[in-house]
């Protein structure tokens, strides 16, 4: 049986979806069999990030509804054998998703994959609980500022409580916190809150801290997941996170703004 | 105290400060919100019905306030009884 992660937040425009093609191309690159699924009905666009928007035929909703089957429905990576993805659809509505149908689809997935990653939508609403109902992890996207680490912390009360594992009692789903957009001089001119801050109030497994960088338009401008730009300072910290998923024990990198010299720092007091 | 925590300490200067200030109040309360017993709108109501079969009060008179910390919970009943006058 496969294991869930959902890649969640609350809050939109956080980094979810360029968080989920991340996890997903680096579990599949390590070799492991790894699904990700579009759960933002109408707003497609994992697609985009994943650069196979032009081979998509069928999606999630018709799986579910039974005018597909789920070979048909999936898009194996070019770059990567061991990665599928499923599309969200563009045009249907919101309810489409299920539970019963979901849940079937991800049952069937399990069998196949090692991984699966689902990419939730914004809000708090149904799609959100959809994405996140039948987690095992849960990667709770936050960006440094109020809103973001508000919501973030609102999703965990919903993690705790109307997922499966929540309602059936069984363990709790694994929660850990991935920094995003982080500025590390910002941070240090008192302008952004600090992954210290953010964990002060939210105390999570700190799974990585992605710095703020242009490499991320760049890829997604290219369809080409960040986390294949290993030149690239989000491409690592990507890097890093997905090795610290899978139990690696790494340092936090880009916490640190460049060295500039103590000379510079002294006159900007 | 070191040179690096001279510098450290124009931090509390910025707007970051009163941020986490600010959400680590917005986040209690939220918390406590969301843990508040599911019970206690109809908690408010049966109190409410109880001391109206023996004071005519309002139908706002009670309250009920949750709160919890770390290692208690509290419930907090209110109930303005009305004026001496008013009563039979
Ligand atoms: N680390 C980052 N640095 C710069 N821009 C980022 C970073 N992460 C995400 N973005 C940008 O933020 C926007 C929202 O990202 P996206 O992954 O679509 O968020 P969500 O799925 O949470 O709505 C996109 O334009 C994306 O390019
Ligand atoms: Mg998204």
Redesign the interface.
């Known amino acids: 049986m496969a294991r869930i992660i959902v890649i969640t937040s609350g809050k939109g425009g956080v980094g979810k979806t360029t968080t989920a093609a991340a996890m997903a191309m680096g579990l599949a690159q390590r070799g492991h069999r790894t699904a990700v699924i579009d759960f933002d009905v109408g707003l497609r666009n994992l697609d985009l990030i994943m650069g196979c928007e032009r081979r998509v035929v069928y999606d999630f909703v018709n799986v579910i509804n039974g005018e597909a089957n789920l070979n048909q429905a999936l898009i194996r990576d070019k770059r990567c054998d061991s990665l599928y993805v499923l599309p969200a659809s563009q045009t249907r509505d919101k309810e489409a998703l299920t539970q019963e149908g979901v849940g079937k689809v991800l049952e069937e997935l399990g069998k196949g994959h090692d991984y699966i990653v689902c990419d939730s939508p914004a809000g708090i609403e149904h799609g959100a609980n959809m994405a996140m109902y039948f987690a095992d992890d849960a990667v709770v996207v936050t960006n440094p ?2 809103s973001s ?2 919501d973030s ?2 999703m965990l ?1 919903i993690l705790a ?1 109307k997922s499966r594992r929540a309602e059936q009692d069984d363990e709790p789903i694994k929660e850990h916190l991935l920094l995003t957009r982080y500025s590390a001089d910002r ?8 992954v210290d ?1 953010v964990q ?2 939210l105390s999570l497994n700190l799974l990585g801290v992605i710095p703020e960088s242009q490499a991320v338009l760049n890829a997604s401008n290219a369809g080409i997941p960040v986390v294949l730009d290993n030149e690239s300072n989000a491409g690592r910290a990507y890097n890093d996170m997905v090795a610290r998923y899978l139990g690696e024990d790494l340092p936090m990198r880009f916490l640190d703004t460049e060295r500039k010299g103590i000379f510079s ?1 002294l006159f900007r ?1 | 105290m070191g040179l690096l925590d001279v510098f450290r300490s124009n931090r509390n200067k910025g707007s970051a400060s009163v941020a986490k200030e600010r959400l680590q109040i917005l986040v209690a309360h939220d918390r406590a919100y969301r843990n508040r017993p599911s019970y206690l709108p109809k908690l408010q109501q049966e109190i409410l019905e109880v001391i109206r079969k023996y004071v005519e009060v309002d139908l706002d008179a009670v309250s009920v306030n949750y709160e919890q910390d770390d290692d208690q919970e509290f419930l907090e009943l209110n109930i303005v009884l009305p004026d001496a006058a008013g009563r039979g």
Do not use: H
């Not at chain 1, 941070?187 to 600090?194: D, T």
């Open positions: 500022e109020v680490v508000r912390d609102r009360g409580s941070v240090e001119r008192g302008e952004m809150l600090s801050d002060e109030i720092r007091g």
